[in-house]
């Protein structure tokens, strides 16, 4: 079976500092991976995905994500926050054997002025 | 291109009573999911159609089910409500299931009192 788990419920960052949204999966095969964002209100808004092409995967709004195969991570990062970046990331799974993708339990992120 | 619609965006009901909640995906998108989302729960999968049939299935009580028009379109359909069953529901869809990037809808914010 598929998992991915998400380190921290919430996480408080300063503006303008480093964004790192922690996820760990699971999969028996290779993984499709997603980061998705969820502003209040809102459906869930795709960040980047990862479908074994680079490693290294850049996204909307200056984030992006490195798949490692050995740790079995898929952390979210952006090197500097913006207020704006205030909102819940949800780090999601999927693989061609489940055809189904699996979701974290999402990280509120907090941005202090 | 428009964007993945639900209807209604917010609902009322009272236990007992039944609900259907619909989904008109992306124009050319075959695959439709549901999602429960609550604060405890987080994300939760409900099922996915795809050319009208469904599936995936999860964990959810047989009161949870839906179908899938020819046109692509999606409802669900909740009966005997309870305390319980008050979530946002999302609506996703995407070109073909799983491992595509599926497109998010606003959600369906259900209350039951």
């Known amino acids: 079976a598929q998992s991915v788990t998400q380190l921290g419920s919430h996480v408080s960052v300063s503006e303008g500092a480093l964004v790192l949204l922690r996820c760990n999966y699971s999969?028996?095969?290779?993984?499709?991976l997603f980061w998705y964002v969820q502003y209040p209100n809102q459906g869930l808004q795709l960040l980047l995905k990862?479908?074994?092409?680079?490693?290294l995967v850049k996204g909307i709004n200056g984030f992006e994500a490195e798949f490692k195969k050995s740790e079995t991570s898929f952390h979210l990062t952006k090197p500097s926050a913006h207020m704006s970046d205030a909102a819940e990331y949800f780090c999601?799974?999927?693989?061609?054997?489940?055809?189904?993708?699996?979701f974290g339990t999402g990280t509120k992120l907090q941005v202090i002025p | 291109k428009a964007g993945v619609t639900q209807t209604p965006r917010y609902l009322i009901k009272t236990r007992g009573q039944q609900v259907t909640l619909s989904c008109s995906p992306i124009?050319?998108?075959?695959?439709v999911s549901w999602y429960q989302q609550t604060p405890g729960q987080g994300l939760q999968f409900l099922f996915e159609?795809?050319?009208?049939?469904?599936?995936n299935k999860g964990n959810f009580p047989g009161r949870f089910s839906g179908r899938q028009f020819s046109n692509s379109r999606s409802e669900m359909n909740v009966s005997t409500l309870e305390l319980g069953d008050s979530a946002l529901y999302l609506c996703?869809?995407?070109?073909?299931?799983?491992?595509?990037?599926?497109?998010f809808g606003p959600g369906t914010r259900l209350t039951v009192l």
């Open positions: 996703a869809s995407s070109l073909v299931p799983a491992h595509n990037e599926q497109f």
């Open positions: 999969s028996s095969v290779p993984p499709y």
């Open positions: 990862y479908t074994s092409a680079a490693t």
């Open positions: 999601a799974v999927s693989d061609s054997s489940y055809q189904k993708v699996t």
């Open positions: 124009s050319g998108h075959r695959s």
């Open positions: 159609y795809f050319s009208e049939t469904q599936r």
